[in-house]
């Protein structure tokens, strides 16, 4: 019950934060973008902390057309990567979430996979939902920020899930055979 509570209790302070987002912020802004997209951020990460959810769905599962990551490699994952040991992320990400050679702490990181993936595409969804509406209010070139934040700050992790999770599993079968 308590759980329920609180599950219930981000989804509405998320909704009166976004609703307080859109009445201070020109909803077509530079701004407005990047503000929607970190505040749902740490909406979807508190959410997903406090559902601690086995997320077995079929959905994580490698397919067929993914085998290998090629497809994501050829929308420019890898370039994606780079970026992100640019900016200093895979840092900060490797020191909160240290890899080891483990059997546990490469289940740990699969499932990590797994809560990020999730979060990200909620987000997506939600701002996608945004970016239409801004699209057909004020023009598809007033939403051209909601439209490449959400590409870069949702869609290309996503990617970068589906393209990783492949290789942590294989990780994990070897091990288990050691």
């Known amino acids: 019950m308590r759980k329920t509570l609180i599950l219930i209790s981000i989804v509405v302070i998320t909704f009166c934060l976004v609703g307080a987002l859109v009445y201070y912020i020109k909803i077509d802004s530079f701004s407005f973008a990047w503000s929607l997209n970190f505040l749902l951020m740490m909406a979807a990460l508190s959410f997903t902390e406090t559902l601690k959810s086995g997320l077995n769905s079929s959905y994580y599962e490698e397919k067929q057309w993914e085998r290998k990551g090629k497809v994501y490699e050829n929308l420019g994952i890898n370039v994606f990567r780079k970026i992100l040991v640019w900016i200093g992320w895979e840092k900060l990400n490797k020191k909160a979430n240290p890899v080891k050679k483990d059997i546990a702490a490469l289940q740990h990181l699969h499932y990590q996979t797994k809560k990020s993936e999730l979060g990200h595409l909620v987000i997506l969804l939600i701002v996608l939902g945004f970016n239409l509406f801004v699209a057909f209010k004020f023009g598809v070139l007033s939403s051209l920020w909601l439209f490449a934040l959400n590409v870069l700050l949702n869609l290309y992790p996503i990617f970068l899930q589906r393209y990783n999770r492949p290789r942590i599993e294989?990780?994990?079968?070897?091990?288990?055979?050691?």
């Open 170 to 178: 294989r990780a994990i079968r070897l091990a288990k055979l050691r």
